[in-house]
């Protein structure tokens, strides 16, 4: 079990996030901040995520539809508008270089996308603003985007509830294609390791502040 040393953060999406907040207070104790609302019609809370108790550049963001944004339509970011319920859809990590990267994953046959410039205001009206990677359809959500915080303070570092990272990783059933999408970043251990196993998705294991562990 590890953790990727560049892990920027791990996304929990859901068609309702009142109810994805809801879902995470009862399985592990822990509320998540409310984090503001997005330009595509989406808003999210964030947990803050620690590793041995030490505070690290790590956080937990549960994103949903904006209840406030015009219309009735469900967003389509990380397919929200096709989930049921919360899922662990995907994660970002934050290299050195982020243009660099994509440069060096397309010369290695994957393509993470373009970096484009994206906003979110908090909730007491302060315009947060980053760069990331958004792949072209059909996304590869199993291979991490990329983002860059550029003088924005990173959300994991700020005053928000926490709980403890124990590890998190990619499981595959065939994990040979994922396996040279994601060597295509150049990133090392910097990103989630890939085990092969049955049934392909991500796990998070997580440790409450009573010591329970808690796999998502």
């Given at each position: 079990m590890?953790?990727p ?45 620690t ?6 550049p ?17 967003p389509?970011t990380?397919?929200i ?13 934050h ?6 990267v ?5 010369a ?20 947060l ?40 990783e990619r ?6 294609p ?10 090392g ?21 009573d ?5 998502i």
């Amino acid at each position: 079990m590890s953790v990727p040393h560049l892990l920027d953060h791990v996304v929990i999406a859901g068609p309702d996030l009142a109810e994805t907040v809801d879902w995470f207070r009862e399985l592990t104790g822990v509320t998540p901040a409310p984090g503001g609302t997005h330009p595509t019609g989406t808003a999210n809370a964030l947990v803050a995520l620690t590793v041995n108790g030490e505070p690290r550049p790590h956080y937990l963001e549960l994103i949903g539809p904006d209840p406030e944004r015009k219309g009735e339509e469900l967003p389509k970011t990380f397919s929200i508008n096709r989930l049921k319920k919360p899922t662990l859809i995907t994660y970002a990590v934050h290299p050195q270089g982020i243009d660099q990267v994509v440069e060096r994953a397309r010369a290695a046959g994957f393509d993470p996308g373009d970096v484009q410039d994206l906003t979110r205001r908090t909730p007491d009206g302060t315009e947060l603003s980053w760069r990331l990677t958004q792949a072209q359809a059909p996304r590869n959500y199993a291979v991490p985007f990329l983002i860059d915080w550029g003088e924005t303070t990173q959300p994991g570092l700020g005053d928000l509830p926490a709980i403890d990272l124990v590890s998190f990783e990619r499981i595959e059933v065939n994990p040979g294609p994922q396996q040279k999408a994601t060597d295509a970043l150049g990133l090392g251990d910097g990103v989630a390791a890939i085990r092969e196993a049955q049934g392909s998705r991500f796990v998070l294991r997580l440790r409450t502040e009573d010591g329970r562990e808690i796999e998502i």
